[in-house]
């Protein structure tokens, strides 16, 4: 079956850590996306991924980093600059051209 | 850049009653909409999309949306509600020249009572 995978489910954080979110579809799409979900928000942009080794910056990327090392791939780096990482985070494909977003199930972050 | 506005954060209606969940934009280029449904701790799945054509649109689970472009409205409709239709409903748009950044309203919560 094609689609998106997202793992872990659930990921808890301590201060100060670094925590790396994974995002791997088998779809081929060349496009990549990952947005952060909080209540009453709606869905944010951090970055977004054209082709493999390029991407860039969405609306909120600060204290988030990405790389984009193959086409399947684009994990997500929670970074200790994040300073309210708790958020249910959705990474999503779609082709170059293409308008439609297929989503993945999510990771919820938690901060202990 | 464009913006997306969801009227109302929740909806209550009893099982077998009609339902509209209101979504307006804001843009100053054309645009394609979309309307996904996320059930708990779930991702996202397309209910129904608008790219150009006939301004009602027709999508999955009996749902569907017209696009109104003088009044930037894609409202989404169903005549008869099941109680596996509650969910979050969110409102997305793209703008023509900001290809693939999708901008989503804040969802509206759809709870069906029996």
């Known amino acids: 079956d094609g689609g998106i995978t997202q793992s872990p489910k659930y990921l808890f954080r301590k201060e100060g850590q670094n925590v790396t979110l994974s995002c791997e579809q088998n779809?081929?799409?060349?496009?990549m996306y990952w947005y952060r979900q909080d209540p009453g928000q709606g869905l944010r942009l951090i970055y977004y991924?054209?082709?493999?080794?390029?991407?860039q910056k969405g609306d909120i990327a600060e204290g988030y980093s990405v790389s984009r090392e193959k086409k399947e791939s684009f994990p997500l780096t929670v970074t200790s600059a994040q300073k309210n990482p708790t958020a249910f985070y959705l990474c999503?494909?779609?082709?170059?051209?293409?308008?439609?977003?297929?989503f993945g199930p999510g990771t919820r972050l938690l901060v202990l | 850049a464009q913006s997306v506005t969801q009227l109302d954060s929740q909806v209550p209606v009893f099982e077998e009653a009609p339902v509209e969940l209101r979504c307006n934009y804001s843009?100053?280029?054309?645009?394609?909409l979309f309307w996904y449904v996320q059930y708990p701790n779930q991702g996202l799945q397309l209910l129904l999309k608008?790219?150009?054509?006939?301004?009602l649109v027709k999508g999955i689970n009996g749902f569907e949306a017209e696009f109104n472009k003088s009044q930037t409205s894609f409202h989404l409709r169903k005549p008869s509600v099941h109680i596996s239709d509650t969910a979050e409903y969110f409102c997305?748009?793209?703008?023509?020249?900001?290809?693939?950044?999708?901008?989503f309203g804040q969802g509206t919560i759809l709870t069906v009572h029996p």
């Open positions: 999503a494909s779609s082709t170059v051209g293409g308008e439609t977003q297929y």
């Open positions: 779809l081929n799409h060349d496009a």
């Open positions: 608008y790219l150009s054509g006939s301004t």
């Open positions: 991924s054209q082709i493999v080794n390029d991407f």
């Open positions: 843009s100053s280029v054309s645009v394609y």
């Open positions: 997305a748009v793209v703008a023509g020249t900001s290809y693939g950044k999708l901008t």
